[in-house]
């Protein structure tokens, strides 16, 4: 998936739409990462809270860099490989998610 050219993300994290999923482009220590919104406790909605991605509805938090939980089990958020070409970023999104 397109998701447009590099130089129109000035500032992280980025949110993305793409129909009516709701993503986070993020730029780590690895490159760049989209994150779904989805929180894989129990499917709320994550937002950009502060210093963190947090759900609202468990109080789970997330660092902003790859998504990882930072304050309960050993889980992250749903992550996409994010690519260069020609200026642009792909996002390696499966069908269907």
């Known amino acids: 998936?397109?998701?447009g050219p590099e130089t129109s993300f000035l500032k992280f994290p980025a949110p993305v739409y793409v129909g009516n999923d709701s993503y986070?482009?993020?730029r780590g220590k690895r490159g760049y990462l989209l994150l779904s919104t989805i929180c894989p406790h129990q499917?709320?909605?994550v937002v950009h809270w502060d210093s963190c991605?947090?759900?609202p509805d468990h109080g789970w938090r997330f660092e902003l860099?790859?998504?990882e939980c930072i304050n309960g089990p050993n889980a992250r958020m749903t992550a996409f490989s994010v690519t260069v070409r020609s200026g642009h970023l792909f996002a390696e999104?499966?069908?269907g998610f």
Request: hydrophobic share 55%; glycine share 16%.
């Open 53 to 55: 991605f947090m759900c």
């Open 65 to 67: 860099a790859e998504g």
């Open 24 to 26: 986070f482009l993020v």
């Open 93 to 95: 999104v499966p069908a």
């Open 43 to 45: 499917g709320g909605e």
């Open 1 to 3: 998936m397109d998701l």
